[in-house]
């Protein structure tokens, strides 16, 4: 406690001596289109750690070191899509205000980046593609979830939310899907400290046993608060995750928070307020509305801090929000509370520290869907479970009488009301780092941090409820724990050296993170209903499951540069991991890119035009990883307990060899700075190969052994990317700006290293999965492919390739346009090339609710005997455009609102106002998990009883005081 | 200078903690720490008995919609067995395979690694695993035409899989010292010569258990709170959705197992020899000899002695509404049944379900009397009743499939790792004598009539191809 005390003071008397006897610098930083003051500019001392950032209005004002006051200072400017600039200031002219103005800059040529690089790199010098997405990107979309919230926002990564469930997960597809074993969710990273992305399905009942993760599964990412955040990041898996080394394949997205403002505090309050419809356009029946839907209210208050000057800075922020859900009886309500802080602190002259705490509760509520069994919603009234469930009713709910449909309705609305499934998560996150400059040139970062992850949750499946689906079981309490405990260690050093017309970029460090997965059910049997402790049971079990890996690695990067326009970008990272086979050492990542921007040739800047301003060429090779999964790799005996004694049997087969898969990835790339640059235009093409991809496959049956997780397949993808801002008219009053992306991808599984096909979702082989099998797309439609004669099935072969659930194209779009204080905007996501199966369709068939999509000969001759014979019937395009937010928005000008007031706006957005698709089921409500899927890997693709994303109409009025 | 130095000496100490962290602990307990450890044969062969109950909720669950005795009348479970159609690449039969396959290989672990090495191992455990493994070679036998009983090895006949249980169960003989687990081994004998259609020494070892053990009753345990509940019970009685229907003709012995209370507390087991079984081996032995009197008396001695005398239980069974796929199952006592559109109409098969608590056979039951086995003369109405007392006593235990010459293939993913498979042996055997697209589950029901009619009287079709390979083997 001592040792403590006197580091305190030591650290107080430190903070305050650099407070005397300083020159203040100070100014203001304004946009050049609009004249307005520009907010959240970095404002540093070229080679120090001295700095701040301008506030609401754009001013600034710290002090210069001591040490730094007799020479001349120069200041660098910098802000996301904005070019940055230096100003060299003489001491002379310390005292005197500073009048910045910032251009935007869409082709951010000379943006400074962090993720993939281990510490800042200008874009300039690098090989590989890097998104960077602004808080002003990003500060008047409503979402309330960081994947939704980045939906048409990064140009080459499609985030598709896979179900209308509250917190349930989104499948993300950036450059196809490297593999078949694991999720394509990126790795996700917060202040440089990796966070849970919960891209491991639960190992326990949670998706099996009636938990209420098999209605749609639970996304770690729908809890990463989406307050006080700086920028985002996002790179693609290959060689820009190359330093990230087994982990990183399928890209990483690192979200920087606030740390600082400037100045006295500035306060900042919001509210939205809006109204939550379902979206029924893909309902079959026109009463199915009736049954399960309604309206809800949405709101959300938020509150923060900022303020500081150049030794101390903070940043907070806190909010409450409250979906009602669309759902009867509120079944998907969400409720969030979210907490964020962040401190900068000049500890010395070389030494900062920088930390930011999140602290994020969240409830919500689930209804069963899909294969949840007994009595679901969806299933009930959409697919013709209504046949066999309680009382059986007639399933064509659009041909009942209004008593009998009356009657429907009552079943319905009982069952919604005596269902109750919630999920609780508390999760705390920290970053804490230290930069160190002891040489103007030489940095070095430390940094560690936590993520802490609980999730608990309850299915209560009450007498009340079996009696009325006609279930002949007891009451039941199940509970889930699933405990996530992260750890991140990083040390990095940066080395930057000129010498005539080269320069010298050299990056190295060490990064540990550890993680650990703790799951726990505990589970009633046979208990009275409203108890809601597992003690209050007849009968209770427990179940647990935990994992642990711990990943190490050294990095060592070069990046060279020439005369400012030739790059050469070389590095490499090793890596040992806790999961990998005993055989196995360190794995080695490396990487290799060039780039060239020939608009820095001195010819180039002589060319008297203004069409093309920038021009950057860049090729690249790079390698990254996903490690195995933890424990695989030993051969064990399994224990469990049967009729009151231990039973032995064979354990996991144990893989000695067990490696990461790992892809290697080539891309080429254009960036253009077109018509004054006006237009930013990016294109790539990649080619990557997933080798000694991971597939856990079955051994002959004979062995009676599980299936044991091999480095044995081959995947590819390839494609091109383009993406384009075009900014239409831009002055001070008009500001018209157009993005566009499109990407293409060739997925295709090369080898299965002569494993048999298995399947990654869906039902048994005889219905309807997505198989990985070589020659084909990764997660193609299989199913039964039935052959007609005059209306009439013939025959039938099982298992064929019945359509890829991979979209060939995806992209999105946007469009921003100001008119002085108003600012429109409207985002859309796109794709094509795809296939889904609508099983909901296929189903409707088995239950006599429809024979749509079935020759009627058939129907006449065999009813619905062989409805699951012919399943290309109910397989459909999944091309689709959905726009995902439009909005408006009007900032009050300062002679209104007063001086007490700083800044404040209204709003009105439409969240997923219009679908348009080429299926008649919603090509992203799919079916969640599946009961027999291998690790979490998931194309999406397989339709069945999902609820589509509700539509919401939102206002918001944020003020800054 | 000072400061960095201490910054340094920081960042060193933040190195030397973080390489402490490097460690992992794996929590389970791999294959080498565990052989030769104290009680671990018990503990195999508790885990033995586990895979038995896991490898009968594949086979009975499934070979009894193959067969006509259950139809499965929703979308959980196989929607295609009933055809019946079976695809060697159909996940549930590698499931199958996979079962019987895991208790075949625990058999042989068990016996070379765990027992040589464990010191507290007995005779006895010595024996029970000789004898699970014995049973997996019987099961192996039955179910399939060609099965390999190594791991990806040769792929043996079902000769050569009864021949092998035959080995196993002698072992288990020797080694016992438990008298009535030996009648239980000698049931299982005369089980396998029976698959052998070795007549002699099936008579022989069924005699013996006529003789010194009729009311024997070996079972599967099951333990729903460890999570090994009973598929059949689920599909038969537990499940909201009454997932199994009876053929209604067998309404009256369905459901087997039931629960009362909670369900995972109270799983039935499942019987896997029993004193009945003597009876049907040696009465069918004696039909094949031609001693038609011999079996008309041992048949009419099974009805008295053994099934009269299986426990009975009331329960409350009006759940079962047959609400699915079809629903029009007969649900009134009232309701008579014909056995196919030739039959007379008889009542007394229909349960009312709704009208008050029924009575279940929690071991076996028989429509058939001594008066219907004395009015079977000839040979073929005294198979005819046979057949059917083997189907109505092993109802829900996974016999019937076998019985009507049903066999299934080797799997897909055997073929694909196990080089030694032939193409032929991954087809299904399917005697074309049985009736496709749900043929044997079918039936008419005539609600003004009260009559419901069975398309096809599959006892019926088994005698008229008593002659057909893989069918009543004693007559062979």
Known sequence: MRIANTVTIFLLLLVASQAFAQQKLQGTVTDQVRQKGLSGVSVQISGTQAGTVTDINGRFSFNVPTAAASKTLTIVFTAVGYQPQERKIEPSQQSASLDIILEEDLVKLDEVVVTGQGMSVSKRRLSTN?????EAQLRDLPANRIDQLLQSQIPNAQFKMSAGQAG????????????????????????????????????????????????????????????????????????????????AANGVLQIFTKKRGSGKANFRAGVDLGLETPTNDFLYFNRTKDLLFENGGYRKYSIGADGGNNDFGFSMAAAYSKSDGVLIHNQNQVEKIDFRTGFHAKLLDQLTYESSFTYNNQNLRRTRNGNSGGYSGLWFAEDGASKITGPGFNPKLDSLSDADFAKVKAFVDSAEMLMNNTSKVNRFQTSQVLKLQPLKNLVFKGTFGVDYRTQTEVSVVSNAFNRHIRSNTTGSLSKYDRNYLGLTLELTGQYDATVGDFSFLTT???????????????????????????NQAATRTSNEYLAEVVNSGLFLQENVGYKNRYYLDLGVRGDNNSAFGKLIGTQYYPKFGVSYILSAEPFFQKWQQNFIKTVKVR?????????????????????????????????????EELKPEKSYSKEIGLDLGLWNSRVSLTVNYFDNETRDALFVVPPAASTGQTNTLKNIGLITNKGWEFSAVVSVLENKDWDVRVRASANTVDNLVVSTGGAPSFNLNGMTSRTVQTVVKEGFPVGYISG???????????????????????????????LNVRYKNLSMFANADYQQGGYLHNWDKQFRIN?????????????????????????????????????????????????????????????????????????????????????????????????????????QFIGTLKINF | MKNISKILCAAGLAVLASCQLKDVDNPNITDESFVGTT??????????????????????????????????????????????????????????????????????????????????TTKDINAEINFLGGYACLLSGELYNALPLTAAGQVASANECFQKAVAYFNAAIALQTDAAKKNGYTLALARAYYGMANRTNALQAAQTIIANAPMLLVEAKFDGINGVSNTMQTYTFSSSTNTYAPLPRLDFLDPKYYHVGTANADQKSIAILKGEEAYLIAAEAMIGSGQLDNARTTLKQLISTVVNNRPTASINGSQAQRKGNRSDYPLLASVQVKFDANSPARPGFILGRQAGNITVRRVSGTSVMAADLDAATTEDALLYQLCLMRQEIFMSEGRRMTDLGIRFPISQVEMQNNPNVKAEQTQAVIPSYIPGNLGMDNFGYDRTAGIVTMNFDMNRVLVQNKKAAGVLPMLK
Request: glycine letters at 10%.
């Open chain 1, 508 to 534: 190295g460090g060490a990064q540990l993170f550890r993680n650990q997965d703790h799951q726990i059910a505990y589970i009633g049997q046979d208990i009275r209903d409203g108890a809601l402790t597992v």
């Open chain 1, 619 to 655: 090729a690249n090779y790079g390698v990254a990883g996903i490690f195995p999964t933890p424990f695989a790799n030993e051969r064990t005996i399994a224990f469990t307990g049967f009729n009151g004694g231990q039973s032995a049997t064979f354990g996991q087969p144990g893989n």
């Open chain 1, 168 to 247: 349930a997960t989104s499948i993300v597809q950036t450059r196809g899907f490297n593999s078949a074993f694991s999720n394509s969710t990126p790795i996700v990273y917060v202040d440089g400290v990796r966070v849970d992305n919960l891209n491991t399905a639960p190992a326990l009942g949670m998706t099996l046993s009636g938990g209420i993760s098999q209605g749609a599964s639970t996304s770690a990412l729908s809890d990463i608060p989406v307050e006080n955040i700086e920028k985002i990041e996002f790179i693609n898996g290959g060689a820009a995750t190359t330093l990230y080394g087994s982990d």
């Open chain 1, 784 to 814: 039964n492919y039935g052959v007609f004669k005059d209306g009439v099935l013939e025959s039938y072969t099982p298992q064929q390739f019945l359509g890829s659930t991979i979209p060939t194209l995806t992209g999105s779009a946007g």
């Open chain 1, 847 to 951: 239950y006599g609710a429809s024979t749509d999509g079935v020759p009627a000969a058939e129907i006449a001759k065999n009813g619905a005997t062989n409805w699951l014979n012919y399943s290309q019937l109910f397989v459909e395009k999944s091309d689709f455009i959905k726009i995902r937010t439009v909005g408006l928005v009007y900032n009050f000008d300062k002679k209104i609102i007063g001086k007490h007031i700083k800044q404040m706006s209204v709003g009105i957005t439409a969240v997923n106002p219009l679908n348009f698709t080429a299926s008649s089921s919603d090509p992203e409500a799919v079916m969640a998990g599946g009961a027999q899927g291998q690790g979490s890997a998931t194309t999406g693709g397989l339709n069945y009883a999902a609820f589509s994303m509700p539509r």
């Open chain 2, 39 to 120: 009680q671990s044969s018990s503990i195999w062969l508790n885990g033995m008995y586990r895979q038995l109950a896991l490898t009968l909720n594949e086979v009975v669950s499934f070979t009894e919609i193959t067969s006509d005795n259950y139809y499965n009348n929703s979308s959980l479970s196989n929607k295609v067995f009933d055809f019946p159609t079976i695809l060697y690449s159909d996940l549930d039969v590698d499931n199958m395979q996979r079962a019987i396959g895991r208790l075949t290989q625990m058999a042989d672990y068990g016996l070379t690694r765990i027992v040589p090495a464990d010191v507290t």
């Open chain 1, 130 to 134: 890097v998104t960077s997405i602004s």
